[in-house]
C-alpha cells in the first residue's frame, strides 16, 4: 500500500523474500520437525481436475480450439457408446453425436454439452461435478478407470501424436533436442540424465518393436501428426517417439501440479 | 538456466523481461486445484464387523414394477371380487390420490396359481422355472415403499433417499468392505437391452462417499468397460513396454517425494488397469461356459438370451470375489415395445414377456449358484421400487402399490422356503403394519447378513455421521436362520 | 463446539418461537396457519432428529442428550396440539398414541445416553424415526 498499490511491486518483495525462495519439495529434516507439514514447507501436490486434465492435454500438443462462446459441443465418444444406442434424447434425436466439425473436438472442456443421464466419458472419471446434486467440493480419487482413460482412449493417443508432432516440427531431428522440446512442454524442466537415458533406452527398444511388426500381415503405426515435412519420416523411430509422447504425458508429473 | 518454473516465470513477468507466459507452460490453472486423496489404498479389503455369512450379493432389480399379485401374491378373495369396487376399509391409511386413482379390482383370465416345494409356495404360471426353487427363497410379502415417479422410487430403492445424494448400497458395501479382488471393483452394475437403465448412473453412485466406491457398469458386449482396448494402432507388446517406460518415469519422479503415498497410489492404478484389462473381459466372457450351463440361464433363446447373459455373469463375478452385483432388468435383444414391467395396460402382454425374460435365468442362476456351492456365500435379491394395484387401469393394466408388495431373497444366512408378513385379503396393504418392512430394512438385513451394522457403518459428511439406512432401518431378524 | 451451541441455540430460538406459535394456535384456530405451525415445528423435529442420529453415532452423549430432550418437548407440544383435536371431535386417536409413542421413546434414549449405552439409544431412535414415518404415512398429505 505504502507503494502505490503497486501489484508488480509487492509481486517483487513476495518473489524476493527468503520464504519464497526456499524450496518446496519433500525434504527428510522438514518431515521430521512437521510431518502433518502444517506449515506448508512442503507444496500439497494436486491433481489436475477432470477438464483441467483434458484441456491440458489438447493444449500441449497444441490442439486446443480457444474459441469463445457459442453453444455447447458433442466431443468424439467412444464409438461402442454410439454404436446401436437407442437412447435418444426425447425428441427423436441420439443422445449424443459427435460433432460434424472436427475443430468442436477439440474446444476447451467448459464447452463441452453435460447430459446428466450420460456424462462425457473422457472425464466421467476424474470426479467431475456430478451435475444432478448440489456441489461444493470436488472429490480427488485415483482409479484404474482412469488409468485406462488415458492410457488407451484413442482421442488421447491421437494428442500424443499431435505433440509428438509438434515437438519434431519446434526440435528438429536431433533426439536430445526432441526430448528436451517435450519436456519443456510439458513440465517446464528439462529432463534429468536418468530420466533422459531411460527415455533413449526406450526409443531403441521400441524402434525394434515396432519394426517386428512389419512383418505381420497388417502393418500400420501410429505416427506423429501435424508435421509439414514427412518425407524424412522414419516410420519405425517416428512410431516409437509416439509412444514415448504418450507414455510422458500420463505420467505422474503431468496430471500432479507439484 | 536449466530449469524454467512457476517461479521463474513470475519472476520474470513481475519484472517485466519474460513478457508473455513461457513457451509451452500451461495457462490459466494456478487458481483452483483438487487436493488429492491420501488413503494408501481405498479398496484394500477391510474386515466386517462379525462374521459374515455370505460374501456377495446379486441384486436383481426388476425395473419397472413388477405386479407381485400376479407371480407370487395368491389372492382367491381378489379373484372372486374382480369386478368389484375396493371397499373403503381397504383403503384406509394410504394415499392413492397420488396414483391414477381407484378402480374395479382386475383378475387376468390367463392367470393360474399352484404351490410348488415342501415349503408351498405360491406361484402364478408366469414363473413355472423359478417355482422350481420354491424351498431356496426366503419370501417378504409384507414390502412397502414410497410411491413416486419410477426414478425418484428407484434412487430410494437403491441409496434410501428420494434426493440424489446419498450413496447407494453397493457404494456403502465397496466402502465398508473393500475389495476381494485386486484386479476387479468390487461393485459392478449389469444390465441387458441396447441402453443404460432409466435414472442412469445416480443408482450405483457413492453420494457422499468418495467416487472410487462408485458402482463400475459393465455394458453388454465383449468390452465392458470404456477405454479396455488399446489403441487400435498399438500392438500389445508396444503397450506393454510403454507401460513399462510410465512405470519407470513414475518412480523416478516418486524418488524426490518418498512419503507422498498419493504418487504410489497413481502408480499402482495403472498396475491395476494392465491387469483389468485382461481381468474384466475375461470375467464376462462365456466362452469357456458349457453350452449345458449356457442353456441353463436360456442364453440359447431369444427372449431370454440378454438377461440370461447379466445373470451367468453375475456368476462368473461372484466366483471373483465381486462383493455387489446390481443386475438392472432390460429388455430382449430387439424389443422396443416392452422395455420395463411398466404395464398400465395389458399387463398380460407386459408381464407376459418380461416373466418370460427373467423366468428362466433366475431359476438358472439359483440352480448354477447352488451346483457350485455358491448359494450359501451369496446372497441373491429380487428387487422392484415399488409394485402393482389390485385394481386395474385402462382396463387391462395396473397402476403403482408402494403399499404392500412381495420381494424376495435366497441365500446364505436366510431361512429358506420361508415366507414373512403379508398382504391384506385383496393384496392392496400390508396387513399387519408391525411387519412392514421398507428399502431401509431390507438394507439393513444385507449388511447384516455381510457381517456389517448398519448402525455402525457410518461416514461423516458435513460434520453429520451418516449411515447407510438414514435413519431408519432394522434387520429383519424373523427372516434369519 | 461452537458449531453445536450455535445449532443449539437456533433449536432453542425456534422452539420459542413454536411454542408461541401454538399457542397463538389455539386463539386463531384459521387452518392455514394451522398448517403453517406444523411445518416449522416439523422442520425443527426433523433437524434435530438427524443430529440426535448423527451424535448418537459419534457417542456425543452430551450433544444427542440435548437433541432427544428437544424432540422429548417438541413432541409434547405435538401431543398437547392433537390432544385437543382429539377432545374436539377429530379423528386423531392414532396421532395421539404415536406421539406419546414419541415422548417415550425420546425420554429413554435421554436415560440410555445417561449410561453411554449407544446402542440401546440407536436402537431406540430408530424406532423413534420409524414412529415419524407411521404418522406422516397416516396424517401427512404429500
Ligand atoms: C403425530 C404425527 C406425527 C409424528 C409423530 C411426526 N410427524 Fe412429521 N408431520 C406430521 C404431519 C401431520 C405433517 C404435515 C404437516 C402439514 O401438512 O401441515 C408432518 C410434516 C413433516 C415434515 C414436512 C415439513 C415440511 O416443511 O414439509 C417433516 C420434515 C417431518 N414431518 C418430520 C418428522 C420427523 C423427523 C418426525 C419424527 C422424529 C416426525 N415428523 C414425526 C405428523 C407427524
Redesign the pocket.
Known sequence: MKNGWSPKKLQREIVLSAVYRQSSEERADVVAVDPANKLLAVYPRKRLEAEELRDSLLYASGELDETIGGPAVFPKVPSSLVAGNVLNNGQGGALWEDAKDPNDHKRRSIYTFVRRSLPYPLTASFDPADPSKPHHKRDVSTTALQALTLFNSDVVFGWSQALAGRVISEAGANENAQLDTLYEILFSRKPTREEKSALKGFLKEQEKLVESKAWTDKFEVAVPTGLKDTKNLDPFKAAAFVDLVHAVANSNEFAYRF | MDNKSRRDFLKNSSLGVGGVALAGAIPGFNISAASAAELIDPLAPKDPHFPAKIKSVIWLHQNGAPSTLDLYDYKPELVKQAGKGVPDSFLKGIKTSTQGGVNELFVSNYRSWKQYGESGAWFSNLLPNLAQHADKLTFIKSSVTIGATHDISILKLNTGDLNPGRPSLGAWISYALGSANPDLPPYVVLYNGASEPRAGSVNWNSGFLPAVYQGTAFRPGDSPIYYLDRPELRSALQQRSSLDLLNRLNKLNAENRPLDTELKARLRSYDLADRMQVAAPEAVDLSKETDATKKLYGIDDAITGSYGTSLLRARRLVERGVRFIQVVSGAPDGETEITSWDAHDDLDKNHGLMAKMVDKPIAGLLEDLKSRGLLESTLVVWTSEFSRTPWGESGTGRDHNPWGYTQWMAGGGLKAGFTYGGTDELGVQVADKDTAVDTYDLHATVLHLLGLNHLKTTFINNGRSERPTVVFGKVVKDILA | MLFTLMRNLVVALRFVAVVIGSSLLISFTSFAQE?EM??DL??T??ST?DNLSSNIALENAESAIADAQT?NELFAV?EEH?SKELAAGKDVAE?VD??KK?VKFSSEIITFLGQNDFESAANTATD??R??KT??NF???D
Open positions: 398448517a406444523d411445518m416439523m422442520q423435529i426433523e432428529n424432540l405435538v392433537y396421532a404415536l406421539t414419541s423413534l424415526a414412529t415419524c404418522c406422516h396424517y401427512k398429505e
